[in-house]
């Protein structure tokens, strides 16, 4: 399953995805992974949380990303949840260039997928709005 969380920059996205990580930790049979772009705001997320932070991977695509999140889920059938802040900015990317990722993440049903975006609703491409 995948969801986005979007709205305005400002608006509160990475304290709801932090909030939703942090309680996933408390529910989940599996992993639960937060991937964001760097270090500021692990501090506000639980211990059983795994944070990867993609400014150590090298990661400024969305195809590097794809396959990044692709070779994590195979390295691991563990994972339950995996939240990402930002996947915008973690990929230098466009959202319309971002549809491989979406597929990608799609393709892993067995693993729940949360993004942020920074966009309204009405600015989300076409094939974003199944997700909200």
Known sequence: MVNIICGPKGSGKTKQIIDQANAAAEKAKGYVLFITKAKTYSVNINFDVKCIYTDEYGIDSA????????????????????????????????????????????????INFVFTISSTKEDLPEYLRKFI
Do not use: C, P, Q
């Open 63 to 110: 195809e590097s990303f794809r396959g990044f999140i692709n070779g994590v889920a195979a390295a691991n059938y563990d994972i339950e949840y995996v939240f990402v802040d930002g996947v915008a900015r973690i990929t230098k990317s466009e959202l319309a260039d971002l549809e491989s990722v979406f597929k990608a993440a799609t393709d892993l049903n067995e």
